[in-house]
């Protein structure tokens, strides 16, 4: 990966993960992300929209082991403009062990 997001990047992830075993709200999701991506709309704006669709899962510790590695790579640079969620990080990133 480099240091700039690519929505290339993305959707190859989201791809990967629609292959795997994830609940239908994350298959919802991801289907959503992809389409928009797809369209090509601003990256940093579908990060964000699936950040905040991701984030209520997260907290609630409902998403699948494979989309967590996927939330934890969107809540960390070059994918976000700030350090916002970085406590979501830590709390969701020791479930994953």
């Known amino acids: 990966m480099t240091n700039k997001a690519s929505s290339q990047e993305i959707l190859d992830m989201i791809l990967?993960?629609?292959t795997k075993d994830i609940t239908d709200k994350e298959k919802n999701?991801?289907?959503q992300t992809k389409?928009?991506?797809e369209s090509r709309h601003y990256l940093p704006?579908?990060?964000s929209d699936l950040r905040a669709s991701l984030t209520p899962l997260?907290?609630?510790k409902q998403l699948s082991k494979e989309t967590g590695k996927l939330y934890l790579t969107?809540?960390?640079y070059p994918y976000t403009n700030n350090n916002?969620?970085?406590g979501l990080i830590s709390?969701?990133?020791n479930n994953l062990k």
């Open 35 to 37: 389409r928009t991506l």
């Open 29 to 31: 999701i991801f289907i």
């Open 84 to 86: 916002l969620g970085g």
């Open 58 to 60: 997260a907290m609630s």
């Open 45 to 47: 704006r579908v990060i």
């Open 16 to 18: 990967e993960l629609l």
């Open 74 to 76: 969107i809540t960390n």
């Open 91 to 93: 709390v969701f990133g």
